[in-house]
């Protein structure tokens, strides 16, 4: 038996380890920051935060640029709300004004005060590197970081899978709404990156009440991860006579989009029950189509949701989500999957509770000598058969197993990496 | 005198949930009922009202609520074992009066205290919107909007019924 590394305990509670984090973590890897579709407009912007850092997203004449909230005088944050329209960022305080490129446009007093000679343009907002794929923006402060290809690896293809399917792209559906947690952000990054053990008794209520239709037949899951940290949990309807199809979407729209769809992503996504999973470091992604909410909500309906996992302090996150729809799906359509996703993984939803709860108990369950002493087991799967084949061919490490912790151990290793521990 | 009606009404409401009484408290609710938390979120413009017109953190219909319901006795609803304690205090409530029909506007502000022992209480604060129409010499809700007095709040704050 392979004993695998886990993180200590301490991790979770040591404030020096999360300022650590922040550098290391947050401070290195390319962090999803938001949506194209969030602002479709020149001059539109959303305040955000990556990591520790807040920052504003904002469309200039020149496209999408991310930077720091934080006026380069004296510091003071120059935008204060959820999302907007603006040519201009003003500060406060002494009034500098920022474009809503970033640039210092207007110093109050400046012949005067600072002579003719002094250069605004080395006073522009701090500018975060960007790039986006699907629409989905993401930003890094490492200028030495590698592009968002090479950073995404073999998870690229399941991000195309994931985000690609509908020609005509996905879209936000209204926007952000946020939380406050209990307990160490790491604990949620590892429960979506492949997590399909805690289902039966931590989400059994959810299937006890009929959210995910019959379900008798058979499933098979598998897990795939990339060495950079990247993971991800698919898992299938496997019994004869399930129709080859992705559950939950209009017909005008599912139709034309599988027969353009490569036979491998098509393959990967369709008769799937759920695909959930970790753009490393702070990325969720989900996608499932439930049955029934009630009777104003019956019938299969396919959500997306993103989240972004923001540590608050050692014993607190911030979670963000986000609702994605294809963009030509109907009016009537969006509505109902912002409603299905409100209802499973909105904030207060009471199966997102669930996990919620158990965050919470392993917060307080962190304890301290004894505690330190006691490490978390990952063991899971590292000496089970293989089940079945997966139905696709794809890149990235696949595991032939749907109760393993092979995912977890990615993440882990990934981040003692660069937290400069041995893993 | 309509306010007191109300008030009584509104008391007994709360009453009934603060005792986990839920399926007495269903019997108060239209078959129509809808329950919405939008997201208030900060604006530019002070005029606007802060309440997103999409966003939600709960939409939630009777029938749905009965699932909620049906899952507090199951022994694997984890995040209500153990029961919370929870307090509705009710207040500054006003009926707005209505060109025609039987349906009443009121408006109340609450404050709801959770508390889930060993765990401090925690508190969230909110102004209600609810429609609620006559029947059978009684009353029946028929709509509440919760608008919610934090932008980010924690998930004990959002796991009640305000
Ligand atoms: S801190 Fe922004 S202008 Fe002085
Ligand atoms: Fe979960």
Known sequence: ?423 | MIRLEIEDFLFHEAALLDAGRYAEWLDLLHEDFLYRVPVPLAREDPTQSPYDDVLEFANESKSFLEMRFRRISSDFAWAERPAAMVRHFVSNVRVIPQDEGDELEVHTNVLVTRARLPEQPVWATAGRRDRIVRHDGGFLLRERVVHLDAEVPTESQLGVIF
């Open chain 1, 1 to 423: 038996m392979t004993i695998t590394k886990a993180v200590p305990r301490s991790f979770y509670k040591d404030p020096a380890v999360l300022d650590r984090e922040l550098t290391e973590i947050f401070g290195r890897n390319w962090l999803y920051v938001g949506h194209e579709s969030e602002v479709p407009a020149v001059g539109d912007y959303v305040t955000r935060s990556m990591g520790g850092d807040p920052v504003i997203m904002a469309r200039g004449q020149e496209g999408i640029r991310v930077m720091l909230n934080s006026c380069t005088h004296r510091g003071t944050q120059v935008c204060k709300v959820a999302h907007g329209n603006t040519t201009t960022f003003r500060c406060g305080y002494h009034g500098w004004v920022f474009g809503n490129d970033g640039e210092l446009r207007g110093v109050p007093g400046r012949r005067a005060l600072y002579g003719p000679d002094f250069d605004l343009s080395r006073l522009g907002l701090r500018q975060a590197r960007v790039e986006t794929r699907h629409g989905l923006v993401f930003a890094t402060w490492d200028p030495d970081a590698p592009d968002l290809t090479a950073f995404l690896g073999d998870f690229g293809w399941y991000l195309d899978a994931f985000f690609g399917l509908f020609p005509g792209g996905m879209e936000v559906h209204g926007g952000i709404h946020r939380v406050n947690v209990r307990g160490n952000w790491k604990i949620h990054a590892e429960n979506f990156s492949g997590d399909g053990y805690h289902l039966q008794v931590a989400h059994r209520t959810m299937f006890e009440l009929g959210v995910m239709g019959d379900q008798a037949g058979t499933v098979e899951g598998f897990v795939v991860n990339d060495p950079s940290g990247h993971c991800l949990r698919s898992q299938y309807l496997a019994d004869e006579g399930v129709p080859e199809t992705v559950f939950g979407y209009e017909d005008h729209l599912l139709e034309p989009a599988l027969a353009a769809a490569d036979p491998e992503v098509r393959r990967f996504r369709e008769k799937t029950t759920v695909i959930h999973g970790l753009v490393y470091p702070n990325l969720l992604l989900i996608t499932t189509a439930p049955q029934y909410f009630g009777e104003d909500a019956s019938g299969p309906v396919a959500f997306t949701q993103l989240r972004v996992l923001t540590p608050i302090d050692q014993h607190h996150h911030e979670v963000a989500y986000w609702s994605l729809v294809p963009r030509d799906a109907s009016p009537e359509w969006k509505a109902k999957s912002y409603l299905y996703v409100t209802r499973q993984h909105g904030a207060a939803s009471y199966f997102e509770a669930d996990d919620l709860e158990n965050f919470r108990r392993i917060d307080a369950g962190l304890g301290a000598v004894a505690g330190e002493r006691t490490p978390y087991n990952y063991e899971l799967g590292l000496d089970a058969a293989e089940s079945g084949a997966p139905p696709w061919n794809g890149p990235g490490r696949i595991t032939r197993q749907d109760f393993t912790e092979a995912n977890q151990r990615t993440f882990v290793g990934r981040y003692l990496e660069q937290m400069g521990e041995r893993a």
